[in-house]
């Protein structure tokens, strides 16, 4: 058994989130808004160096509730972000989990879509588009402005007997060192009457085609759930993924074949999580620095933070408090002149008691 993590050890510093700001609000909060509720944050830069903020507009609290997929966009000469535009809707049916990679060829963001009225433990496996959860791919290729119609992939990325897959949620990944150098990797999890495991989808032709790698090889109480990915300087894959189990840190593993196969997973006792999404990111090589942001407390979805490593993830800095209060998904972005851009939940309630949630961005100073 895993010793539990002390969460007194890493107390983090004081807050440094800078002037944070509403994208998406949930009409529970502010009835002007045009989705009951908003989530899953996930956030990009563009080679333009257009901000994308993805969420899913929710028709309720629940996470499969008639949910399409929302883009806020803030290109780098505005001083403001655009208007909400719909990325994809299917409803009644519920899309989930966007994950995005932008690259110099295009963007491509990948979600999963659920049957009206089923969610994650009721659907079946197998294909049925009226019983069974199912992944797509859409592309832009004007910096987010428009979008494709979505490619169906599920024959790809679903293995057999699998209730639910995930991509992400959060960012994918292009490699750009080593024998995979230009590959496209995703995150992914998939899970069948609670046990769940981690795995990647990749293309090696600029999206043209996609293979899935091998689930990671899991150990005693670890369910790996939702998943992130970052690239080390020798072209190796981190991963880093929420522990779907009671242990209450998050978990770890490295591909040395440019992300397709994983070394058995580890649990990273000195990251706490409620289990929750967390999100890392490559933010340079030279130096070698990763940036990892999450709610870091082992009982409850608060006190999130930023926590920078500097030798390949192997060891994480104490951290610096991203927002006080409640902070749950949230997703990282390098930003030009060393600067970390973060898009993040805060669960709040209205003078009602109605659930809600604040999708807010702000910057982070990255310490070199």
């Not at 069948?192 to 091998?214: E, I, L």
Request: include cysteine; glycine fraction near 8%; charged fraction near 20%.
């Amino acid at each position: 058994m895993f010793p539990l993590f002390l969460a007194a050890v890493l107390t983090p510093s004081p807050q440094i989130a800078a002037n944070p700001e509403d994208i998406f609000v949930s009409a529970t909060l502010d009835p002007s808004q045009p989705y009951v509720v908003t989530r899953i944050p996930a956030l990009a830069r563009t080679r333009a160096g257009t901000l994308l903020a993805f969420a899913e507009g929710r028709r309720a609290i629940t996470d499969q509730s008639s949910n399409i997929l929302i883009l806020r966009r803030k290109p780098a000469s505005a001083k403001a972000w655009t208007p909400i535009q719909i990325v994809d809707a299917d409803e009644p049916n519920a899309l989930n989990n966007p994950c995005v990679l932008t690259t110099s060829s295009g963007i491509w963001l990948m979600y999963q879509r659920y049957p009206h009225g089923l969610n994650e433990r009721t659907t079946q496996p197998g294909f049925d588009p009226e019983k069974a959860c199912r992944s797509f791919v859409i592309t832009s290729k004007d910096d987010g402005k428009s979008w494709s119609s979505p490619v169906e992939i599920t024959s790809i990325v679903k293995g057999p007997g699998i209730q639910s897959v995930a991509s992400g949620p959060g960012i994918g990944i292009e490699l750009t060192r080593g024998p995979h150098r230009g590959r496209l990797l995703f995150p992914f999890n998939e899970g069948a009457n609670g046990a769940y495991s981690a795995f990647s989808v990749f293309s090696d032709d600029k999206g043209k085609t996609w293979k899935r790698g091998p689930s990671v090889e899991k150990a005693p109480e670890t369910q790996p759930n939702e998943v992130q990915f970052a690239e080390l300087t020798d072209g190796s894959v981190l991963m880093n993924a929420r522990n779907q189990s009671k242990g209450r840190f998050r978990l770890s593993s490295v591909s040395r074949n440019g992300g397709e196969n994983w070394d058995p997973i580890t649990p990273e006792l000195t990251l706490p999580d409620p289990v929750c999404q967390g999100s890392l990111l490559r933010f340079s090589y030279k130096p070698s620095i990763l940036v990892f942001s999450n709610p870091a407390d082992a009982a409850r979805r608060a006190n999130g933070t930023m926590r920078i490593s500097r030798d390949e993830g192997k060891t994480w800095s104490a951290g610096v408090q991203i927002a006080p209060g409640p902070f749950e998904y949230s997703c990282l972005c390098a930003l030009p002149n060393g600067k970390v851009g973060i898009l993040f939940e805060s669960r709040e309630f209205s003078a009602a008691g109605q659930e809600g949630y604040r999708i807010r961005y702000a910057t982070l100073e990255i310490e070199k």
